[in-house]
């Protein structure tokens, strides 16, 4: 298992460095939120791993969250709870304590994912529901076309689909979730269909998978991307993705029930 870092992150990346700032670009998007909130049921007690600055989590149940970042748990809204401080291997809660379990954007910075599955469906009574992307799909976004170094980051870091669901075990469902034009939720594939925005380094750093690439890489997108905008180059290739009110991509909801 991976050491945790000084602010507490036990993953791939430290949140310490990458995460102020990020509670401003990735706020939970309401369309994305009603996918997680079918999911959960009728669930009352609900606990949210890898929970971060609180997205996600509906008030309208009593979620416990469990975040290992100080960074991140400082930037929870004073009307969320706090977040304990744990990491998803290893959850200090005993067998069948929730009525459900979740976690969002979060399973690909685990140190061993199927071990923190594991430990969900341990905890959990019912419904697990995991908001992931598939690594199957990720290349597929035009953004491979300017900078595929972060996309075969994220290949490379989310896990396959069917290994999660086999670590979940039980009953499993996939859905893809479409992604809305206007996201508020501000990871890679929320801009479509405004690649302005990933112009903005404050968008970049919002989304982990760019802080595995160099500054290089960095500073190659953002002078290709903004010539290309500028003389229409990514208009007349990806335009029409304007167009679209939704973007089916990679972003999917793994669902697990007990058999």
């Known amino acids: 298992m991976n050491e945790r870092r000084t602010d507490g992150s036990a993953g791939d990346a430290d949140y310490g460095t990458i995460g102020v700032g990020y ?3 990735r706020r939970p998007e309401p369309r994305i939120e009603e996918f997680i909130s079918q999911a959960l049921g009728d669930a009352r007690t609900v606990l949210n791993v890898g929970a971060g600055a609180g997205s ?3 008030t309208a149940r009593e979620v416990t969250p469990v975040e290992p970042s ?3 748990r400082a930037q929870r809204p004073a009307h969320l709870p706090p977040a304990i401080d744990a ?7 005993d ?5 459900a379990a979740m976690t969002t954007f979060s399973v690909h910075q685990w140190s061993d994912v ?9 905890v959990a009574r019912g419904p697990v529901a995991v908001l992931t992307c598939d690594p199957d799909l990720v290349r597929d976004f035009w953004l491979y ?4 170094e972060v996309l075969d980051t994220e290949a490379r870091r989310y896990p396959a689909i069917a290994d999660v669901a086999d670590a979940l075990g039980g009953s499993v469902t996939v859905r893809p979730v479409p992604i ?4 508020t939720d501000g990871f890679n594939e929320a801009y479509y269909a405004r690649p302005e925005m990933l112009l903005d380094p404050g968008a970049r750093q919002a989304c982990s998978a760019w802080s595995f690439v160099g500054e290089a890489a960095c500073e190659r997108f953002a002078r290709d991307l903004r010539r290309d905008l500028d003389s229409g180059a990514w208009e007349a290739r990806f335009g029409a993705l304007r167009r679209q009110a939704f973007y089916e991509g990679s972003l999917v909801l793994v669902r697990s029930v007990p058999e």
């Open 23 to 25: 509670a401003d670009y």
């Open 56 to 58: 996600y989590e509906s």
């Open 70 to 72: 100080a960074s991140m």
């Open 87 to 93: 990491v998803a291997e290893n959850l200090p809660f």
């Open 95 to 99: 067998d069948d304590a929730f009525d």
């Open 114 to 122: 199927r071990a923190g599955l594991r430990e969900m469906r341990r």
């Open 145 to 148: 076309a300017y900078a595929p």
């Open 180 to 183: 809305p034009v206007d996201c």
